[in-house]
């Protein structure tokens, strides 16, 4: 046979292994192995040895004998370069389950690879989350550092899986990187275990344990970030859960098996939503720090300016309904600038630049805020929302109560903060970051996270109109309890009533030495007034940022 | 004969030497991280290799001319085999009382070893054989029968007799009267095999002749239904379709064979569940994962956990895999030796059915030339089938892997065979 023929036939068998590998998932899948039969006769083609016509028969069948048998171990060889390099992801990782009795590869329980799962550390090296091996020789996912313990999540291979940083971190910590393919390629070939690489969070242990404290287990959540570079410096949740108590591993024994179960079940039945990070799943009416957005929207249409002035007689009636004035100052005083509205928390001010405002604009500014949106972020999270039903804002009464914070606002503590955050960084929001790198246990980094700019809310102007009005609001107004001798602080209260029940106490602030950095949002559920619980919780913790 | 020194063979004996040392070496270390060997860790693979350069001497002491490069090929992959059982044997414990599963091998090893003396020895040519075909036809029907009505069942197969001491597999010796009596009748009838009567334009098949080979082709059908093994109907079936092609050139032949074996493969899926159930595991282990697939999901996870360079001899779990050291041996190596030690022991068996070909070749009488071509044929397709099996190209059957599978029966009879085909290019030696 001419070489001609033998190249093509060649080449055309190359191609059918790729498109073969490529489009089927087994080695024997129905169409593999059809176009193993193909791939036998091409290499057939191509390996048939030409023998003169001179040649007996004998000597020419044995020949052609051994041709055979060669393409019959090519063909096997075509097999095991499948189960042995292209394939074995795809076998290692495919479990059958039926509850009770379970089909997986027991090489991936071996010890070692679960004792090698990197650690979760806070900003200064504080361990949050690592793999320890326990007395009796078995490895067990311990969380040494409680007040963050339930930002890692729980890792829990034999029973519930794995949440938070532990689920949306796996892949580096069970030793998978971008960075780093190659190196981890050539562990996989010469079957080296890839160590699991250790995530550093931005998180600060201190500021941590102190929001940790001052929320004292009651419902709510607190976020503290850095303006300008989005790094979380503490994020707190209560009611929440021990992850200690979940993680067990392949490894585990029938009563901690039991344990992990029992307590899993008591989660469940508590029924207080201690598995939801409130300070980014939780969704609150946020009350008056809301009217940053409403400010916000006027500010930038050119509706208004600080300086104008409104007139509050105690009560406005929009439709059939009266919003009564609780806020004011001065009972016999009836009008004020925009700023003093801002200040003194006036929601009849308000519900009257929200109807001047309109649906749509009002609509807009909040999706420059990034609602309606999942922020981009290492743990999961919930969008914020204006409204449950769009036809709210379209009456007037629903768009004037919605422009001072009830309504039907749902709103994340993470997106408050994040509000905040856009007033001081000049109308531009940070993608918020829990992680700073990734780092080999040795501490080399792999991965340096980056501050990046997630959107801009607004101008820089109307950023800084809305500084000015959130300083006075501390300066002069009803955030006076959040001042910092010394320090540049800004902030505005909350209180959010939700039906019978006392309302949810709201705080939203910044401070900072020369200019504003830091950036505090709290919300306690049903605990009463903003000035009075969230306040002093959010000016701490300014405090205590500045003392970094 | 004077004595004449095989040098090749003996160069190449290095090879199997440091598998042995370097492979022994390994399994120590995985397990107690140390090198400090004790003669009870180690006379196994010393008389092993004593066994081996033993025979070697011998051979050049008589003064035997045949093939050189034969020898070592069987020496590198028994030695594979022992080394296998040597390291599954802390891990797999199933210790009949009187030997390890390694002294056990290395016993096995040691008669094979006294058979391929024998053979040498005492056969004086092979072409005395050919006289005896009907005699080796009858014999080996005898064994099936016997097989058949007394045999025991193992996994599902009937394949072994209960001799009380040891049990043992006479289909292994079968498949060698098989070729013994094939290539004596083929070789009397070639030609009118070939040809076929002529009647006007039609070239009909010589039935009379074809007779023999057609009893042969219901046994193996015969085979399948009442041993219950598909492995060794398709070995018993694929020696006498690639003898029949080497005697005649006749490709219409394997055509027909192959056409009418596949429809009676497919009746018989359908009037035997098992045969059924193998084909479906085949195709889809995880179709009955914790019964009849477990075994093959296990060695797919062992062939995946190998990648390109294994985990190291010792380095990985075998003992995972249920009957690794027979059905799946393949497997084991293919984890702890990597994609490269499958192929490495691939291209072994290629060599070793290239080397028997090319004895085959060689040899001068035509008889002798279709004998060797016949059991080199033995050799190379229970292993591809075996293989196929492991890899899940085949179905799985319980045909054992040629020198490496832990088994007496399979052992003896594949050094038989090296016996013969040494014996049969020693012909070629002196044709020089």
Not at chain 1, 47 to 65: I, K, N
Not at chain 1, 160 to 169: D, I, K, P, R
Not at chain 1, 296 to 301: D, N, V
Not at chain 2, 243 to 256: F, Q, W
């Amino acid at each position: 046979m001419s070489w001609f023929i033998r190249t093509a036939a060649l080449v055309a068998a190359t191609a059918i292994v790729a498109y073969g590998v490529a489009t089927t998932e087994d080695r024997t899948d129905p169409r593999w192995l059809a176009l193993l039969l193909m791939l036998a006769l091409l290499w057939g083609i191509a390996l048939w040895p030409s023998l003169g016509r001179q040649v007996r028969t004998m000597d020419r069948t044995m020949v052609h004998v051994v041709a055979a048998f060669g393409v019959g171990f090519l063909l096997v060889g075509a097999q095991l370069v499948r189960v042995q390099a292209l394939d074995r992801e795809r076998i290692q990782s495919r479990i059958y389950s039926t509850g009770t009795e379970v089909v997986a590869d027991p090489r991936r329980q071996a010890l070692e690879e679960e004792s090698q799962r990197g650690r979760i550390l806070a900003s200064d090296g504080t361990v949050i989350a690592e793999t320890q091996m326990g007395d009796d020789g078995r490895p067990r996912r311990v969380y040494p550092f409680g007040p963050a313990a339930y930002l890692a999540g729980y890792y829990s291979p034999a029973l519930y899986g794995a949440t938070n940083l532990e689920l949306s971190y796996d892949a580096a910590l069970s030793g998978r990187s971008e960075a780093r393919r190659l190196r981890e390629w050539v562990d996989g070939i010469l079957n080296r275990p890839t160590p699991g690489y250790d995530i550093v969070l931005t998180i600060d242990p201190e500021l941590q344990s102190q929001a940790d404290r001052l929320l004292g287990g009651r419902p709510g959540g607190i976020v503290v970030l850095d303006a300008h570079t989005g790094a979380v410096l503490a994020m707190a949740s209560a009611p929440t859960f021990d992850p200690n108590q979940l993680s067990v591993g392949t490894t585990a024994s029938e009563e901690e098996l039991t344990a992990a179960r029992t307590y899993w079940e008591s989660l469940q039945q508590s029924n207080d939503g201690r598995l939801v990070l409130r300070p980014t799943q939780g969704r609150y009416p946020p009350g008056s720090t809301f009217k940053t957005i409403t400010l916000a929207g006027a500010l930038e249409s050119g509706l208004a300016t600080l300086d104008k002035v409104y007139r509050d007689e105690g009560a406005l009636t929009v439709d059939s309904r009266v919003i009564i004035e609780q806020n004011r100052p001065d009972p016999n005083r009836v009008s004020y600038t925009l700023e003093e509205g801002y200040g003194y928390s006036l929601n009849v001010v308000f519900a009257q630049l929200g109807l001047e405002l309109g649906a749509s604009r009002l609509t807009e500014a909040a999706q420059r805020f990034g609602f309606g949106e999942p922020i981009p972020f290492d743990l999961p999270v919930a969008p914020s929302a204006l409204s449950v039903s769009p036809e709210h804002l379209t009456s007037p009464a629903g768009l004037a109560e919605t422009s001072f914070g009830q309504g039907q606002l749902l709103v994340t503590p993470l997106q408050m903060a994040l509000v905040t955050a856009a007033v001081v960084n000049d109308g531009q929001i940070a993608v918020p970051r829990l992680v700073d790198r990734i780092q080999t246990p040795a501490g080399e980094v792999v991965d340096q996270r980056q501050p990046e700019t997630w959107r801009r809310a607004m101008s820089a102007d109307t950023a800084a109109q809305i500084e000015r009005a959130m300083r006075w609001s501390v300066e002069q107004g009803y955030a006076s309890g959040a001042q910092i001798p010394g320090a540049i602080v800004g902030g505005k209260t909350g209180t959010a009533e939700v039906g019978d029940r006392p309302p949810h106490a709201w705080f939203i602030g910044f401070a900072g030495r020369e200019e504003p950095q830091y950036v505090v949002a709290v919300v306690v559920e049903n605990a009463g007034s903003g000035s009075e619980v969230a306040l002093p919780i959010g000016k701490a913790l300014l405090e205590a940022a500045l003392q970094r | 004969m004077a004595a004449r020194i095989r040098l090749l063979e003996l160069q190449l004996l290095v090879l199997p030497a440091l598998l042995g040392i370097v492979g022994l070496l390994t399994v120590y270390l995985s397990g107690t991280g140390t090198t400090r060997w004790t003669w009870a860790d180690i006379w196994v693979s010393l008389a092993f290799m004593g066994l081996v350069l033993g025979t070697s001497v011998w051979l050049s002491l008589i003064g035997f001319s045949g093939d050189q490069v034969l020898f070592p090929l069987v020496a590198m992959l028994s030695g594979l085999g022992l080394l296998l059982s040597q390291r599954l044997q802390p891990v797999l414990r199933d210790d009949p009382g009187w030997a390890t599963l390694a002294q056990r091998q290395l016993i096995y090893l040691a008669l094979s070893f006294g058979l391929l003396w024998g053979t040498l020895t005492f056969l004086r040519g092979l072409e005395w054989l050919r006289r005896y075909k009907y005699t080796a036809a009858i014999i080996g029907l005898g064994l099936i029968l016997v097989t058949m009505i007394f045999g025991i069942e193992i996994q599902g197969a009937r394949l072994w007799l209960d001799l009380g001491v040891v049990t043992v597999q006479p289909g292994e010796l079968v498949k060698v009267l098989l070729v013994i009596f094939l290539a004596a009748y083929l070789d009397d009838y070639r030609d009118l095999i070939a040809t076929g009567y002529r009647l006007g334009p039609l070239t009909l098949p010589p039935l009379p002749y074809l007779l023999p080979m057609l009893i042969m082709w219901g046994m193996s059908i015969l085979v399948v239904v009442l041993q219950r093994d598909l492995g060794n109907a398709l070995l018993l079936f694929g020696i006498f379709l690639a003898m029949l092609y080497i005697a005649t050139g006749r490709v219409a032949y394997v055509l027909a064979g192959l056409l009418t074996f596949a429809l009676a493969v497919y009746v018989a899926l359908h009037l035997f569940s098992h045969v059924g159930v193998r084909i479906q595991v085949w195709l889809n282990p995880w179709s009955d994962p914790l019964q009849a697939g477990f075994q093959p999901i296990q060695a797919d996870y062992a062939f995946a956990h190998g990648h390109i360079f294994g985990t190291g001899l010792g380095f990985g779990h075998p003992e995972f895999i249920p009957v690794v050291a027979s059905d799946y041996a393949f497997a084991a190596i293919g984890e702890e030796l990597g994609l490269l030690g499958t192929v490495a022991v691939l291209g072994l068996y290629l060599l070793l059915v290239t080397r028997g070909m090319l004895i085959a070749l060689q040899a001068r009488d035509s008889f002798v030339r279709l004998l060797a071509a016949g059991l080199t044929v033995v050799l190379g397709l229970q292993t591809l089938i075996i293989l196929a099996g492991n890899v899940r190209l085949l179905p799985l059957t319980g045909i054992t892997l040629p020198f490496i599978s832990a088994g007496g029966s399979s052992l003896l009879t594949n050094f038989l065979i090296v016996g013969l085909l040494l014996k049969a290019s020693e012909s070629v030696g002196e044709r020089r």
